[in-house]
C-alpha cells in the first residue's frame, strides 16, 4: 500500500503598503495552501489585507495572522526590548484587526504566525515568547501557533496547551544544529528556484536537508515557508509545486489546533 506524503506551503502575505508594492499576492495564492497575512505592525495597508484576504477566501486558502513589532520603518526585522504585556497586548490587537478583516472577507483567521525579528526572538526567548503565548490563550486558545522547526518555543506552547506547527524555510540556508544562517551572512537566502525546490522535496521525502558545512540535518516541519517578498517567490512556488506533484507529494494546510 503506497503512502500518502503531504505538506502545508505558506507564505508570507499582504505586506503592500499604498502605492508600495511588495509581493505579488495574487500569483502567489493559487500556488500554496496557507496565507500569513500581515496585520500592519510590519507591513499590510487596511484595504490592500482585505483585498488578500478576500482572494484567500475565493481560492480557499487558511489564514493566519502574520503578527510583528510595531515596526513598519524596519519592516519587523529590527530587534525589540518590548515589555511583556506591551507584547501581548500588541499581539492581541493585531490578531483581532485581522480578524475583523477576515469575517468582512468571509473568511476566518486560524493559526498566528510570527513575523521577522519577533519570530526569531521569541524561538529561544522564553519572556517573550510567552507573553505572545499569553495573547493566544487571551484571545483563542484554538488557534495553532507556527514556530521554527526545533526550537524551544514548540516546547513552551505545547506545555500552555496551544497546538504549534513545526516550519522550516524553502529559501533559507541552515547550519548543521538546525538553526537558520544569518542574513548577514552570504549564501543565508537561496535564490535557484530549482535548487530551492529540490531542499523542499528533500525536507519531505528525507526529513532534513544538507546543511552549509555539508552535513544532512534533522528538520522535521510541518509547513514550509516562500517568502512572498523575494523577487523569485512565484517562480520558486510553481517549481515547488511542480516537483511535489512528481513526487506525488499533497500540498494541504496543515491541521489546525482543537
Not at 484567500?56 to 525589540?80: C, E, I, K
Not at 484587526?97 to 519570530?119: F, I, S
Not at 555539508?214 to 528538520?219: C, D, H, Q, R, S
Request: proline share 3%; net charge negative; charged share 20%.
Amino acid at each position: 500500500m503506497s503512502v500518502v506524503r503531504y505538506i502545508d506551503l505558506n507564505s508570507d502575505l499582504g505586506e503592500s503598503y499604498g502605492q508600495w508594492r511588495m509581493g505579488d499576492d495574487a500569483a502567489i495564492l493559487p500556488l500554496i495552501s496557507s496565507a500569513n497575512v500581515a496585520c500592519g505592525f510590519h507591513a499590510g495597508s487596511p484595504a490592500g489585507i482585505l483585498a488578500t484576504l478576500r482572494a484567500a477566501q475565493r481560492l480557499g486558502v487558511t489564514v493566519g495572522a502574520h503578527v510583528s513589532y510595531p515596526d513598519l520603518v524596519g519592516f519587523g526585522r529590527r530587534n525589540m526590548d518590548v515589555a511583556s504585556d506591551e507584547l501581548t497586548a500588541d499581539v492581541i490587537y493585531q490578531i483581532g484587526a485581522l480578524q475583523g478583516l477576515a469575517a468582512a472577507a468571509g473568511t476566518r483567521v486560524r493559526y498566528v504566525k510570527p513575523h521577522g525579528a519577533l519570530y526569531n526572538t521569541i524561538a529561544h526567548d522564553e519572556r517573550q515568547a510567552r507573553a505572545v503565548i499569553d495573547a493566544l490563550l487571551a484571545l483563542d486558545n484554538s488557534f495553532s501557533l507556527v514556530a521554527l522547526a526545533g526550537s524551544p518555543l514548540i516546547g513552551w506552547a505545547q506545555a500552555s496547551g496551544i497546538h504549534t506547527v513545526a516550519e522550516a524555510f524553502a529559501d533559507r540556508a541552515y547550519h548543521r544544529n538546525g538553526t537558520l544562517v544569518s542574513r548577514r551572512a552570504a549564501g543565508a537566502v537561496i535564490h535557484d528556484p530549482q535548487e530551492v525546490a529540490r531542499r523542499v522535496v528533500q525536507m519531505v521525502t528525507e526529513g532534513g536537508v544538507t546543511s552549509v558545512e555539508g552535513e544532512f540535518t534533522v528538520i522535521r516541519a510541518d509547513s514550509v515557508c516562500i517568502h512572498g517578498d523575494s523577487p523569485d517567490a512565484v517562480e520558486m512556488t510553481r517549481q515547488i509545486r511542480q516537483r511535489l506533484d512528481a513526487e506525488g507529494i499533497l500540498i494541504r494546510a496543515f491541521k489546525q489546533g482543537t
